[in-house]
């Protein structure tokens, strides 16, 4: 079992930035790629970014690409996503999930574990 705990999620204006944090605790961090998806009000959730256990590798969806990177820190057992440049169309609710996918991957089914979600609000 792994627990996730979203954080540094709020309003923020056009162009700005905000970094979220994704705390995990319970079985070894260090296994588990890592990603985030979001979902807006109305909208299906949708894949952001993810990361491989060792952070060689990462993927975006189109949407951020350029703007927004995510990191982690195996010590910590810490997953951070930076993101630059807002836009509106950027606010939802943001979720941490942990899968245990050889690879990383873009789809919510090859994730076991989920936060329970951080708000980000982009005002115009």
């Known amino acids: 079992q792994v627990q996730l705990v979203e954080s540094g999620g709020g309003l923020v204006q056009a162009g700005g930035s905000l970094r979220l944090s994704c705390a995990a605790s319970?079985?070894?961090?260090?296994?588990?790629?890592m990603g985030w998806f979001r979902q807006a009000p109305g909208k299906e959730r949708e894949f952001v970014a993810t990361?491989?256990?060792?952070?060689?590798?990462?993927y975006y969806a189109d949407s951020v690409k350029g703007r927004f990177t995510i990191s982690r820190d195996n010590a910590k057992s810490t997953v951070s996503l930076q993101m630059s440049s807002l836009k509106p169309e950027d606010t939802a609710v943001y979720y941490c999930?942990?899968?245990?996918?050889?690879?990383?991957?873009?789809?919510?089914?090859?994730?076991?574990?989920w936060g329970s979600g951080t708000q980000v609000t982009v005002s115009s």
């Open positions: 999930a942990a899968g245990s996918t050889m690879v990383p991957v873009t789809f919510s089914r090859g994730y076991d574990y």
């Open positions: 319970g079985r070894t961090f260090s296994r588990y790629t």
């Open positions: 990361i491989s256990w060792s952070g060689g590798l990462s």
